[in-house]
């Protein structure tokens, strides 16, 4: 369950007067995610999510309202945070940064469909485009700068094996980008998986859950989505969904030649990013609250097949 601190009616009755979106009909605590406590709200008036921050650098929360203030403002499918009658959408609810957003429609897609990915990468191409713009700056928390200090911290749980390819692999990336021209930037998503994302059918409802967002390689983020969305249980990559999403993506923003030749590195590096900040969940800094890790199995798979396989041609840009 994901609602590590309970609230009750009487409490968010009293948040929501600050705010013009009607009176409480009911609340609903949210079962998915494992950092924050989550409600669905019901007013007279709209639906509504409010979200209490349990974990995290809170002096951090501006970048992620001005981040969702701007995207919303150029009209991408995010939810943009709420605010009161005075203009301030960062409030404190049961000593808590807490922030109310409107309910976006649909649900997680588990098995993604060619029209979902091509939204998806659509809607990705346009937040990258217009997110070149943005002001506001958040270095990545887990880009190379990061995977350098904190992969010496689970060697001791892998394998001889595993540790040879975890160092070799940092020390290539060292090498590879310490080199290569730089890449384009912007503000990124950081973590868009499936389950950051509602689809209602075939049309996408919004990305969400944007407290992993930074400020880095565009690059970094795309690769993030194709090793997750473009992924088959065993790491291989499926054609038809890669060309789906990288095809309406690039119809928004083409890669340039820098990122088109740092396309496999980055494949690379993001899967060891993911199996890295897994081992170290499940070995160095177990979650806050009673949840299950994810595997880090799985993105040691990706990673292995990424570097067998290498990466399929980039689709053209089409005008």
């Known amino acids: 369950m994901a609602v590590f601190t309970p609230l009750t009616d009487s409490q968010v009755a009293d948040f929501l007067s600050r705010f013009d979106a009607g009176s409480l009909v009911s609340l609903e605590g949210v079962p998915a995610g494992t950092e ?176 992993n967002g930074c400020t880095g390689d565009l690059l970094f983020d795309l690769a993030i989505v194709i090793n997750d969305w473009a992924t088959e249980p065993d790491g291989r990559l499926d054609p038809a969904r890669y060309e789906a999403i990288l095809t309406a993506y690039q119809a928004s923003r083409p890669l340039v030649p820098a990122e088109r030749d740092a396309w496999a590195m980055m494949l690379r590096l993001t899967a060891l990013r993911y199996w890295l900040s897994r081992l170290l969940v499940v070995y160095v800094d177990p979650p806050a609250h009673d949840l299950t890790p994810h595997d880090p199995e799985q993105f040691r798979t990706i990673l292995l097949r990424r570097l067998e396989d290498g990466a399929p041609p980039l689709p053209e840009a089409r005008p």
């Open 36 to 211: 924050n406590s989550t409600f669905f709200v019901t007013t007279d008036r709209r639906e509504l999510v409010l979200t209490l921050f349990e974990q995290g650098e809170h002096e951090e929360l501006p970048f992620f309202v001005e981040l969702l203030d701007y995207l919303d403002e150029h009209r991408l499918p995010v939810p943009g945070p709420l605010h009161d009658r005075d203009g301030i959408a960062l409030h404190s609810l049961v000593d808590k940064p807490a922030l109310l957003f409107p309910r976006l429609p649909g649900k997680h897609p588990r098995d993604p469909n060619l029209a979902q990915c091509r939204a998806l990468g659509d809607a990705l191409g346009r937040m990258h485009r217009v997110s070149q713009h943005f002001p506001g700056t958040r270095p990545n928390p887990r880009d190379l700068h990061w995977l350098l200090p904190m992969h010496h911290k689970v060697l001791v749980y892998l394998s001889p094996e595993d540790q040879t390819l975890m160092k070799d692999e940092v020390e290539i990336y060292q090498g590879f980008f310490d080199e290569a021209p730089e890449l384009p930037r912007g503000a990124l998503h950081g973590d868009l998986f499936r389950d950051n994302t509602l689809f209602d059918g075939d049309r996408l409802g919004g990305l969400i859950d944007f407290y």
